[in-house]
């Protein structure tokens, strides 16, 4: 309930939910780049799925020939042939 108290409160100001939730932003770049900001951790890593862990759920990666390019501790790039993106609780 406290959850969706405060979703709501962020809703009616406007206020960036990446920020005030702690919301991963996943942008794509066709087939080839994902990027994903406000992650916590790298869960699996493998050449054909990459499993990241946000504040809110899972993040999996299918393709092939995946890799990351880079990781800071807010967002990591990941790059090869995405298949898939899916969330898991």
Known sequence: ?????????????ELPKDLMLGAAIVT???RREVLISNYKGILEYEDSFIRVQTK???????????AIDYYTNEEMKITG???????EN
């Open 56 to 66: 809110n759920c899972r993040i999996l990666i299918s393709g092939s020939h995946l």
């Open 1 to 13: 309930m406290k959850k969706n108290h405060k979703e709501k409160l962020v809703n009616s100001l």
């Open 28 to 30: 794509v770049t066709g």
């Open 81 to 87: 042939f995405i298949e898939s993106i899916g969330y």
